[in-house]
């Protein structure tokens, strides 16, 4: 077998967390941009399910084109309305005939997004305050078609990018937003899911500038909002500061100006209700952030085939690469990027090329670990195909 090109590098840079200054963003599971990536991955992971229980494999498709059109709302405070719906277009290419035999591709894509919105919009009325629309384009394949599926070619020439550890500003930004729409919007269901937060790390000091919509139902009035907004503040505080020995601040709905009247109230705790709109790939990368001080591929992750598309796969994999480097080196790699390049028609467990560049702690032999990190890729490489299960039942984030 071809031996695969992995290539070792020292990266002689400052480590991240001793830079003065860093940004890290996450948008929430309720970002419109996060909608519209997890709706492509919903569809992807419908029609993966449809195909392997009659077909026992995935055929192609890629729903990776969701469009969120924002609709209007009057909000106010002990509940106001939808004026106008959400409009959700699903946009994409999967196989909808198999040896002139239709397939329910439509039916199975909108049911899949449906139920997402369900599971992850708790005020929204998916009946009411949404159309969804599909306009996945049609394909068809022939036995010989399906024979193909099985060869594992990468069907895109594009690269993946990863980076480890995350550093405490990063794992805080993560972890804060997870908080806010897990245990804490269950404490204050004034919370809606909308959510993005925006860390900036200046020396030992990091501030925290949230943004989270409040749902106008469970808010009778300003003042309300405003014990509200003072109690979610001191609560994500608290949390936060349990990640690090750096002072923490908070601020929560800075655009508010209580003087002019001026909140952040929805009707459904989403931004999307009244004009903000949303596109698959505009949001986090495929580790959950945006990191504009790593390195970072502007690929969209989410409704990609988990098969054969590189796009995807590369970038988680290039991801567990790296933390699996940085666990291999007990402390004497302190940080690394990894990237891996593929092309065209070639198998994906043979990439072009793939990189690993490491920050090492001083006087740390830098030969000792480069075999090490190189059996490390080409084990991974190996078993890429490993990926394809993880993400069709929901194991592996992909936003």
Request: hydrophobic residues 35%; glycine residues 8%; negative net charge.
């Amino acid at each position: 077998m071809t031996e695969r090109k992995i290539f070792v590098e020292e990266l002689t840079q400052i480590p991240i967390e001793k830079q003065n200054v860093e940004f890290v963003e996450r948008k929430g599971i309720g970002h419109p941009d996060s909608i519209a990536d997890g709706l492509a991955e919903s569809v992807s992971r419908a029609l993966c399910g449809m195909y392997k229980k009659r077909y026992n494999r995935i055929l192609h498709h890629n729903t990776d084109e969701v469009e969120v059109v924002g609709g209007q709302s009057a909000p106010k405070f002990g509940g106001g309305s939808i004026l106008e719906p959400i409009y959700i277009l699903l946009v994409g290419r999967a196989v909808t005939e198999v040896n002139g035999e239709r397939l329910p591709y439509r039916i199975c894509a909108i049911k899949a997004a449906s139920d997402y919105l369900e599971k992850n919009c708790r005020n929204l009325n998916v009946d009411w305050d949404v159309t969804l629309d599909c306009k996945i384009g049609q394909g068809s394949v022939d036995l010989r078609g399906l024979y193909e599926t099985k060869k594992l070619l990468a069907n895109d020439t594009s690269f993946g990018v990863g980076f480890a550890p995350l550093s405490e500003t990063e794992t805080i930004t993560l972890e804060t937003e997870k908080y806010i729409n897990g245990k804490l919007c269950k404490t204050l269901p004034e919370l809606g899911e909308d959510v993005k937060v925006m860390a900036c790390r200046m020396g030992n000091e990091i501030d925290l500038t949230v943004a989270v919509a409040l749902v106008d139902c469970h808010v009778p009035d300003a003042s309300h909002y405003k014990s509200t907004i003072e109690q979610a503040t001191e609560k994500i505080a608290d949390f936060a500061q349990k990640f690090t020995k750096r002072k923490v601040k908070v601020f929560v709905n800075t655009a508010d100006d209580y003087k002019k009247g001026i909140y952040y109230l929805t009707v459904s705790g989403l931004s999307m209700e009244n004009g903000d709109d949303g596109s698959v790939g505009r949001g986090n990368r495929a580790n959950g952030l945006i990191t504009p001080m790593r390195p970072m591929s502007m690929e969209a992750s989410a409704g990609k085939n988990p098969v054969t598309h590189v796009g995807k796969l590369y970038n988680i994999l290039a991801i567990q690469v790296a933390n699996a480097i940085v666990k291999a080196g007990r402390g004497d790699i302190l940080e690394v990027h990894t990237r891996i390049l593929s092309q065209i028609g070639h198998p994906i467990d043979m990439p072009q090329a793939a990189s690993a560049n490491a920050i090492y702690a001083p006087n740390v032999n830098q030969k000792k670990y480069e075999k090490e990190i190189t059996a490390i890729f080409d084990e991974k490489l190996a078993n890429i195909t490993d990926l394809t299960d993880l993400i069709v039942s929901g194991k592996v984030n992909v936003f």
